[in-house]
């Protein structure tokens, strides 16, 4: 990726805002994937099923974008990894919620 780009994108992320970390992740990673895309994927990947996030140059985006974020500074890479690790653990509920919600209504 271009670092013009990669510069774009992540000051561009980076002035998303929240109420914390976690929520100012959830932001960024709605923007960027709709929750059946997510299914695609795990952190690690997963014996050719689903591929690793954690490979994608949109990861590498997100985590420069949450240390430059002066409202919720983290500490490390590791405080910017669990709320995306969780987000996406997440995905299948969340569409198994909105399928329950549309057939309910």
Known sequence: M?????????????FKSGENLGHFIRNIMK????????QQYSWCGSN????????????????????????????NSMDVEKPLRLYMAQAKHRLEMKTKHQTSA
């Open 2 to 14: 271009p670092f013009i780009v990669f510069t774009f994108q992540t000051n561009y992320f980076s």
């Open 31 to 38: 923007e960027c994937f709709v929750d059946s895309a997510l």
């Open 48 to 75: 050719g099923s689903k591929q690793a996030f954690k490979e994608l140059q949109l990861k590498d985006i997100i985590i420069t974008a949450a240390m430059r974020n002066r409202q919720f500074p983290p500490k």
